[in-house]
C-alpha cells in the first residue's frame, strides 16, 4: 500500500509537471500563431493551454500543495529565492562557460527578474500575516526580461532597455 501511495504521488508529480509545460508551451505557440497571422489557430492554443493548467491544477491540489495565503507566499518566496542564489547563477555559469550567448541573456534575464520578486513576494507575506492586503496599483512587466515594477514602470527597463511603452500592465 505505501508503494503504491509513492507510485502514485510521484505520478501526479510528473503529471503536474508535463501539464504545467503543455500550457506554457502552448501559450507561447498561441504569441508565435498571433505574430504570423493565425488568430484562430492562436484562439486555439490559448484555450488549449487553459485545459491544460486546469490539469496542473488539479494535480498540484490533490499533491496537498495548496495551501493559505501566507503558506502559498512563503512557498513562492523559497521558489524565487533558490532561483536567485542557486539555480539561475549555476545556469548563467555554465552558459558562458560554453560560449551560449542566448542562454547567458535569458538566464541573467530572469535572475534579475526573480530578485524582484522575491522582494515582492515578502513583503505580500508580511502583510498577509496582519492579515492586510498589498497595495498595489499597477504591476508593469517588461515583455523581453520579466523585469518587474509596481505602480510605475521606468522610462526603459533597466535590464533590457525596453522603454516604457511596450511594458505589459497588469490592473
Do not use: W
Amino acid at each position: 500500500m505505501v508503494v503504491e501511495r509513492k507510485m502514485t504521488k510521484k505520478f501526479l508529480e510528473d503529471a503536474y509537471a508535463g501539464e504545467s509545460q503543455a500550457h506554457m508551451k502552448y501559450m507561447i505557440f498561441a504569441d508565435f500563431a498571433e505574430k504570423e497571422g493565425f488568430p484562430n489557430i492562436a484562439k486555439l492554443f490559448r484555450a488549449i493551454a487553459f485545459a491544460e493548467l486546469v490539469h496542473a491544477r488539479n494535480h498540484y491540489q490533490a499533491l496537498g500543495n495548496v495551501k493559505d495565503t501566507v503558506n502559498n507566499l512563503q512557498t513562492a518566496i523559497e521558489g524565487e529565492t533558490f532561483e536567485v542564489e542557486e539555480m539561475y547563477p549555476a545556469y548563467k555559469a555554465v552558459a558562458e562557460l560554453q560560449g551560449e550567448k542566448e542562454a547567458v541573456r535569458s538566464t541573467h534575464y530572469a535572475l534579475e527578474a526573480e530578485k524582484i520578486h522575491a522582494e515582492l513576494y515578502k513583503k505580500a507575506k508580511e502583510l498577509a500575516e496582519q492579515k492586510k492586503d498589498i497595495e498595489i496599483k499597477k504591476v508593469y512587466i517588461c515583455p523581453v526580461c520579466g523585469y518587474t515594477a509596481v505602480d510605475e514602470a521606468p522610462e526603459k527597463c533597466p535590464v533590457c532597455g525596453v522603454p516604457r511603452e511596450k511594458f505589459v500592465v497588469f490592473e
